[in-house]
């Protein structure tokens, strides 16, 4: 890998702006490109070079980032009819950021291998507040050599990295660790509930429940917004639904038990009737409480 290799990053959202405008603000030249014209206008606002020949690029670049919805969008620009794996050059690298389904980044891989390229998975943990700042960390799985030689650049955008393996394990390891925040959501809910109606006061209980042994990084890190009852979306009750489907699909089929993400599931499928579906998945907390005949805190 050059020291200062061509990057386009592909999908300029809530994630993949930010973490590519660290890339541009560490120095290192950067094109983006988005379905979105509004994105790309922001994008060009926070020191990326708007692709406007999206194939040109794709073939100019040394290392893709790619930062999409899901498995659909993800098969489609990656291995689709005019999908970037075939224009990319041999030799340079594809570097997958999504939250999507081990099954369909494995053809991804299988079609990268037979053009040639590098295919590194390299899913995300953290909000898109930590990423403006560079704080998230990620799990990359793929050739071990193809992991060294990018890092430099992974860690102009993340606080930590983390290499799994050859295949498909930073796919599960990105799966389990939203399964423990989605179960870390719904502890929150019932456990606020059932502290409410003990008559313990609203903000009291949360500072309690941020200083106990229960009080993870996740805990305290909802607590700020949850004073506030500020339920706008760092990650969506939709968004959320999405990885639990992806969750109880690679759970069911590797044969392992998911009760909780079921239940879990089912409780945001209530949500989402709800109307709420574009609430912070915190919102959980409202669904309890209205469950538990409770109304706002006083």
């Known amino acids: 890998m050059t020291e200062n290799p061509a990057i386009l990053w592909i999908g300029l959202g809530k994630l993949g702006l930010p973490m590519a405008s660290c890339l541009a603000r560490s120095g290192m030249a950067v094109s983006g490109f988005d379905a979105s014209l509004e994105r790309l206008a922001l994008a ?10 999206l194939p040109a690029a794709v073939a100019a670049a040394d290392i893709v980032f790619t930062s999409l919805p ?5 098969r489609k620009v990656a291995t689709g009819a005019e999908g970037i794996v075939g224009r990319m050059k041999r030799g340079a690298v594809l570097v997958e950021t999504s939250t999507v389904s081990p099954a369909v980044s494995a053809e991804v891989a299988e079609a990268a291998q037979a053009a040639g390229i590098a295919y590194l998975r390299l899913p995300i943990s953290g909000s898109s507040t930590l990423a403006e700042t560079g704080q998230v960390t990620c799990f990359a799985s793929g050739p071990r050599e193809t992991f060294e030689a990018v890092r ?5 955008f993340t ?5 799994l ?3 498909e394990q930073a796919r599960y390891a990105k799966l389990a660790i939203n399964l423990m925040i989605a179960v870390s959501a719904g502890m929150m ?11 313990i006061a609203w ?14 990084p996740f805990v305290k890190y909802k607590v700020g917004p949850l004073v506030q009852r500020d339920f706008a979306p760092s990650f969506t ?13 690679a759970a069911g089929e590797s044969g392992v038990p998911a009760q909780l993400a079921a239940v879990l599931r089912q409780s945001y499928s209530a949500i989402l009737a709800a109307g709420e579906g574009e609430a912070d998945f915190i919102t959980i907390v409202r669904h309890v409480e209205r469950l538990a005949g409770l109304g706002e805190p006083g």
């Open 44 to 53: 060009a606002g926070k020191g990326l070079d708007p692709a406007s020949d």
């Open 165 to 167: 393996g050859e295949a």
């Open 70 to 74: 899901d498995d659909r969008v993800l």
């Open 159 to 163: 606080r930590a990295q983390s290499w």
């Open 152 to 156: 430099p650049v992974l860690a102009r």
């Open 237 to 249: 009750a939709k968004q959320l639904v999405k990885d639990l489907d992806l969750i109880l699909d």
């Open 203 to 216: 903000s009291d209980f949360l500072n309690v429940m941020a200083e106990s042994a229960a009080g993870s």
């Open 189 to 199: 809910a019932e456990s606020l509930a059932l502290a409410r109606k003990g008559g």
